[in-house]
């Protein structure tokens, strides 16, 4: 059976070198996709553990962000119900214990070409501030807590926007308990939807 469309394209990303000159730890480009995902999340690059596993998520941020949208590992590695694409596909390296930007070739080179055939997704999820600002532009606020404070204009839009689950982010949370109280709450909603999960339920 001939290739799709999508499927040669994601294996163009996979062989892609455009940073390799960039990137301290080597090319691994991690990202998943099907014309059948409902769900799309938009973060910003993997991390170092992303990079060995060279799995989405496959850390504490990852545990983190399962348990926002209410979903188990067997949904979340799903592609046909859920794309994960990040802003920069590889991981970019660190500075001062930190994870570098995600590398700014990296999405105007690819999501212009991968997102338009994502034909059947209802819902995406923009996490963190790289992705609001990719995503949102001139309608993203001026920082993050802006962003994701006026999630209601923006998901009217059908784009969600998150901070990062990172566990560096949990003095966030705490600091902004409406994240919790209030839009929580309807991302599970939104996601369960989306992905036809029974309320309550998960995968």
């Given at each position: 059976?001939?290739?799709?469309?999508?499927?040669?394209?994601?294996?163009?990303?996979?062989?892609?070198?455009l940073c390799?000159?960039?990137?301290?730890h080597?090319?691994?480009p991690?990202?998943?996709?099907?014309?059948?995902?409902?769900?799309?999340?938009?973060?910003?690059?993997?991390?170092?553990k992303?990079?060995?596993?060279?799995?989405?998520?496959?850390?504490?941020?990852?545990?983190?962000?399962?348990?926002?949208?209410?979903?188990?590992?067997?949904?979340f590695?799903?592609?046909?119900?859920i794309?994960?694409?990040?802003?920069?596909?590889?991981?970019?390296?660190?500075?001062?214990?930190?994870?570098l930007?995600?590398?700014?070739?990296?999405?105007?080179a690819w999501?212009?070409?991968l997102?338009?055939?994502?034909?059947k997704?209802?819902?995406?999820?923009?996490?963190?501030?790289?992705?609001?600002?990719?995503l949102?532009?001139?309608?993203?606020?001026?920082?993050?807590?802006?962003?994701?404070?006026?999630?209601?204009?923006?998901?009217?839009?059908?784009?969600l926007?998150?901070?990062?689950?990172s566990?560096?982010?949990?003095?966030?949370?705490?600091?902004?308990?409406?994240?919790?109280?209030?839009?929580?709450?309807?991302?599970?909603?939104?996601?369960?939807?989306?992905?036809?999960?029974?309320?309550?339920?998960?995968?």
């Amino acid at each position: 059976m001939p290739l799709s469309k999508l499927d040669r394209l994601l294996a163009e990303i996979r062989a892609c070198q455009l940073c390799a000159a960039h990137l301290p730890h080597g090319v691994r480009p991690v990202l998943q996709a099907s014309a059948s995902s409902k769900l799309l999340i938009v973060s910003q690059a993997p991390g170092r553990k992303v990079h060995l596993s060279g799995v989405p998520f496959d850390d504490l941020s990852g545990e983190r962000l399962r348990e926002w949208l209410g979903v188990d590992k067997a949904a979340f590695y799903d592609a046909r119900r859920i794309a994960i694409v990040p802003m920069g596909f590889c991981f970019p390296g660190s500075a001062r214990g930190a994870d570098l930007p995600p590398r700014r070739e990296c999405a105007p080179a690819w999501h212009p070409r991968l997102l338009p055939l994502l034909k059947k997704v209802d819902l995406t999820l923009a996490i963190g501030r790289y992705a609001q600002v990719g995503l949102l532009g001139a309608q993203a606020g001026s920082n993050l807590t802006d962003t994701v404070r006026d999630w209601r204009t923006h998901l009217a839009r059908g784009v969600l926007p998150l901070p990062h689950p990172s566990p560096r982010n949990q003095l966030w949370t705490r600091r902004n308990p409406w994240f919790a109280e209030e839009l929580l709450p309807v991302l599970r909603e939104r996601v369960s939807l989306a992905l036809g999960i029974s309320r309550g339920g998960r995968g």
